[in-house]
């Protein structure tokens, strides 16, 4: 089994629409995690805070894992006609499982926190 990805058929806009569905996520991943910041600062204190941005520095790595990707296969498109000079996506994906992994720790730490 092949692991380089064949000729793409149709260039079309499938490209774009991936960057701004990644650039939506990364915005979301943002605002969930001030959100749960917010609410666990009663409860974590500056913890929440320190939490909070760490989610925030997730956040701007996907969304520049994303660019850079999308920079990458729109390069491979126009000049090769295919994805073969892509390298693996691995950045945003990674980046989107640890802001989740933050986030939930934000939200069971509000969850079970004193009143």
Do not use: I, K, N, Y
């Amino acid at each position: 089994m092949s692991t380089v990805p064949g000729p793409v058929p149709d260039g079309g806009l499938q490209a774009e629409r991936t960057a701004l569905a990644w650039r939506r996520t990364a915005l979301a991943m943002a605002v969930a995690a001030v959100g749960a910041g917010r609410l666990a600062a009663p409860v974590l204190g500056a913890l929440a805070l320190v939490l909070a941005g760490a989610g925030l520095l997730q956040a701007v790595a996907a969304g520049a894992g994303a660019r850079r990707r999308h920079r990458e296969v729109r390069a491979s498109l126009l000049t090769r006609g295919d994805l073969s000079g892509v390298p693996g996506g691995g950045l945003p994906v990674a980046a989107l499982a640890a802001g989740g992994v933050v986030t939930g720790l934000l939200a069971l730490a509000f969850v079970l926190g004193p009143g």
